[in-house]
């Protein structure tokens, strides 16, 4: 590894060697921003997933679970906004055939004599390398320059913006709209009549199903239906690995509230969600609330907070939590025809709910646990990469090494590993030096390791080896799986 490698670079090329994830279908050489997760991979983003599911679902009284299909009605998406309004501007390079999300571009204009001088367009962030544009083509010093959003220029001063990869200026298109929705149809005719839309997000599936889980459960408002499935963009920019891809999983809650309770109901989840992440164990100093302004608002938001995390690239959107009033239940009563309304026995009276929702990627926050938890450390003669997951998290929870393979040493070790394994993944590793073994097991997270040696003959003890303090101490054999089940099942 060189020092120019970025975290990002050294945590990709991790999670391609060890199997956290690939790009997918690399043989015909992949498809832009879709990846696949590699056996690690697979494991840590079920683990997250039941995580999530644990605190949203099975611990609480007043939360059920829905899996709703992928594709739904097609009127679905035109009663929520999404056929008209789901939707990003778009501008094309003509020459180098880049696209650009028009929202995303910024400019430097001359402060003054500005009519005629070129202008430089760069991407979000890439402020310094539009100020060396200024310099090498206009020769002149960017702080004689200010910083427009794209979508403020007027399209007759286009023909003078330097596009972002370009050092001639009059390459970029005009903004237009492009939906954001993949659309496919059902049945073998392809026309208009039966297209049908991925889902963009997981919600819609929950609001058509509000009745049925109404009429089908003994739940009563305030209450709240989760769910966790896969969601389809047409995403215009894609970068930062799997941060931003066009097929990614969100983990959803929606919480219907009297209407009136309701920002009380937002403040409780913006709480709620927060611990969460620091539950998982996410750095508390990563992590931050935004409040989206006006201009940021969704279509269907009355308020709206993202938690964000610090990534290398910057601080993002991790999670968003939206109070959407009675829009999405009232444009379901209004298109489908079906009162969505709800008599609450408790006030005596008929409403149609307001919804709280909390909405967060998995793979996102698969991201976030694997930056969070990399590590790369000085030890006096040697290096190690650390990943610290937390123990619930962690694809595999202990590596089972005897000392050495003779003298029984594996019988009594592969026992232990068969035993484990009926409860945990944990892995057999009988090559090499212990210490190289330790190595191979910080590298992907696992948090624990036990060495069976020659003192476990005679006092059936082993060592356990705790992968973020590195200490060692004995412990029964016996206690080996309660020890385990202390520290990833019960947080001790
Ligand atoms: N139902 C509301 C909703 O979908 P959103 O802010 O568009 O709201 C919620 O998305 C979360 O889904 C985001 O905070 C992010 O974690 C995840 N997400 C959205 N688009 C994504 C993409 N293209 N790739 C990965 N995750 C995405």
Request: charged share 30%; with cysteine; hydrophobic share 35%.
């Amino acid at each position: 590894m060189t020092n120019q490698e970025t975290t990002m670079d050294k945590l990709i090329s991790l999670c391609k060697r060890r199997g956290y994830i690939f790009g997918s279908s690399e043989i015909y050489g992949g498809l832009s921003a879709v990846y696949d997760y590699g056996p690690l991979g697979a494991e840590l983003k079920r683990n997250i997933k039941n995580f999530w599911w644990k605190w949203m679902v099975q611990k609480r009284d007043n939360i059920v679970g829905l899996d709703a299909a992928i594709l739904m009605h097609p009127r679905v998406w035109e009663a929520s906004g999404h056929v008209a309004g789901f939707q990003d501007p778009l501008v094309d390079c003509k020459v180098t055939k880049k696209r650009y999300r028009a929202d995303q571009v910024y400019v430097l204009r001359p402060k003054d004599g500005g009519n005629d001088g070129l202008m430089f367009a760069f991407k979000e962030g890439d402020d310094e390398l539009a100020a060396r544009k200024v310099k090498n083509i206009a020769k002149a010093d960017a702080s004689t320059y200010e910083k427009l959003a794209l979508t403020d220029i007027p399209l007759r001063e286009f023909s003078r913006i330097v596009g972002p990869d370009m050092k001639e200026p009059g390459s970029l298109t005009e903004p237009r709209q492009f939906n954001l929705m993949f659309k496919t149809h059902v049945g073998p005719v392809e026309d208009n009549a039966n297209v049908v839309y991925m889902r963009p997000e997981t919600a819609q599936g929950i609001y058509v199903n509000f009745t049925n889980v109404i009429n089908s459960t003994r739940v009563k408002v305030p209450f709240g239906i989760a769910q966790i499935g896969k969601a389809f963009r047409n995403e215009i920019t894609t970068e930062n690995f799997i941060f931003r891809t066009r097929e990614f999983e969100q983990m959803e809650m929606q919480f219907f509230v009297r209407p009136g309770t309701d920002m009380a109901w937002f403040e409780t989840w913006k709480q709620d969600r927060i611990d969460y992440y620091r539950q998982l164990g996410i750095r508390q100093e990563k992590l931050r609330f935004h409040e989206h302004g006006e201009d940021e608002l969704a279509h269907y938001a009355a308020a709206a907070f993202d938690i964000q995390y610090e990534f290398p690239f910057g601080w993002k959107e991790l999670e968003g939590i939206h109070n959407r009033t009675d829009f999405d239940l009232k444009r379901h009563q209004e298109w489908s025809g079906r009162d969505q309304s709800y008599f609450d026995d408790e006030v005596k009276e008929k409403y149609v709910p307001y919804i709280v929702e909390t909405s967060a990627g998995c793979d996102r926050t698969l991201l976030t646990v694997l930056v969070d938890a990399f590590a790369e450390e000085k030890l006096e003669n040697d290096m190690r990469t650390v990943l610290r997951l937390h123990p619930a998290l962690a694809p595999i929870k202990a590596g089972i090494f005897p000392l050495v393979k003779k003298e029984g040493l594996s019988d009594i070790a592969i026992k232990l590993k068969d035993e484990l394994k009926q409860h945990y993944p944990v892995f057999y590793d009988e090559g090499g030096a212990v210490g190289r073994r330790y190595r191979r097991q910080d590298e992907i997270g696992t948090p624990f390791c036990f060495t069976i040696d020659f003192q476990t003959k005679e006092d059936e003890t082993v060592t356990v080896r705790d992968r973020d303090s590195m200490q060692q101490k004995r412990i029964p054999i016996r206690g080996v799986f309660d020890y385990l089940f202390s520290k990833i099942d019960k947080g001790e």
